[in-house]
């Protein structure tokens, strides 16, 4: 559905995008995983047509986006920040984008109801776009981004800021779509909602690092993570111990990422009682997909 | 169309709910008007004066009778001394001193010049203007009455008969009050479609727009015809003002004022497009905007007429819709004069019209970068 080559970007002398390539199928559900400054944004606008790349190209339906004026229905875009009007009400806002796209009333109106239904806002359907709740914004602009109908919907961190029981039924609604045969492609700088992906692009300094299935990505992954639990207050006593490859803090413990080959465990546990670090806690655990991108990552930076 | 419409019905939803601006349109032409008809005077009356008779005689007195008399000049205070007369006009008390000097009446009954002092305050260049003409023109008068009654003969040798045309009673409100209503139409419209495309790309609106099937054309004719209404309204406002409150007599069509008022407004809208497409923020938007307001107040020849400005300010002053407008409004409305006397202000709106709404139709770009 979409094909990426060689994109770059760059924005005076700091590069944005560069030399990406990649390629999206249909009905995938595809998240760019990226910290802050990766270069997301400026990936997705140009799929969208809105920024020109510097050098390669995109191919949304074998056609260069800022091309396809007429067929401009096929792809539904919902912008990072929220771009609706909020001196508009919920439907006189679906009806306004509806208009632009030729789509007669009646058709607006039926679509509107189905996709607010989906989306439990029908309630809100006279409430000015301003009064929303934030998951409620995101929830009107997925609603007119979709109300042509689009093969492919590209969203730009469509959950950021959201609370945690808006996004689930967020992902609900898209894990829906993308079964009626819609094709996703979304940036998020949340990693648990990489896990939620078929297909996860971990974006770093506007390249591409890695792009496979998070179950893959997490078999692949060659290292043996240890989590520990302890008083200690920073992680750079854990990382001048021999073996040990990288440590960092995650939520309320440390993760210790070793080599898969040694019998890890004990050698680290000692390590510790011979520093006179406290262990309250100490076990090897499956690697999550932020284990995988924070090596990723590093491995980028070094 | 079906996106023209769309685009002007949302700017209608967005302009009703918009109390503050709604309220400002209706308001503005009548607080504005009121505020400055009442206060633009360019015929300066009433200006305070202070005497210093050393005279004391019947003729000085006669003289500052015909002084009072022309309505001109209050005299209210009298003074003992040349000091007292500066201190008066350093202070701002007076703004014109009277000096009779002793020997006055003498010098008046002997046929020799009988010379009178008057000090005039010309930091205000317009009352100082006002001040020493109409005293010259007291001295002339009053000279010419002493000579014709000495020499015994009927009447002056020249009889000169000025006729005022069109406001004969020199009027101010009549000049200006038109004026005033070209003024606000453009503040108004300028100012409102200037927030026009920057708003929406500062509020991030734009980005979702752009990913639409709209073309340019379609977004800057949607965001200017709903405010064409708006102008109707202010300029109806303001001229109901300036009938019912300063009995503007209306000599021409209105009709025809209306008709041609149209091409203003869309020149106006489109200038304040423009604006709105070459900034990047609401911020530079209205510093823009005023960028061009103060042009169009001081060299259109709503204050100053443009006869007497240098060539190249006038031409200047070419470039301003307002000048046009000007032209037709006070031609229509003091003058009485139609269409065909008008046509090449009309012409001259209706290209920049189109040259502004071209400008910014070429100007905006559906990309972010």
Redesign the interface.
Known sequence: MIKITELSKAFGSIGAVHEINLEIKKQEIIGIVGPDGAGKTTLLRMVCGLITPDHGQVLVMGKAPDRMEEEKDKLGYMPQRFSLYGDLTVSENINFFGSLYSLDKKTIQDRADEILGLTNLIAFKNRLADNLSGGMKQKLSLTCALVTRPDILVLDEPTYGVDPESRKEFWKILYRLNKEGKTILLSTPYMDEAELCMKVAFMDNGRIVSVDSPANMREKFSYTVLELKSSIKNSHVLRDIPGVIDAYFYGDSYHIVTPKDRDNLQFIEAALNERNIEVFKLEEIAPSIEDVFVSLAEKEVV | M??I???L??EF??IR??RMTLGLIFMLPLVQLLLFGFAIQTEVKHISTVVFDQSLSADSRDLLESFSASGYFDVTMAVNSYDEVTRMIDSGKAKVGIVFPPDFSENVRRGTSAAVQVFVDASDSMVSNQAIAVANFIGMIKSQEILTSKLRVGAAPYDIRVRPWYNPDGVTAYYMVPAICGILVTLSMVMLTSMGIVRERE????????????KPYELMLGKTLPYIVLGYIQITVALLVGVLVFHVPIKGSILELYILTLFFITASLGLGILVSNIAKTQMQAMQLAYFIFLPSILLSGFMFPRDGMPKLIYYIGNLIPLTYYLDIIRGIVLKGIGFSYLIGQVISLLVFSVVFLTISTLKFK????
Request: avoid cysteine; proline fraction near 4%.
């Open positions: 079906r996106r419409m769309a685009v019905y949302k939803l967005q709910r918009d509020r991030g609106t734009l980005e979702q727009l752009m990913v639409t099937p709209i559906k990309k972010i970068a």
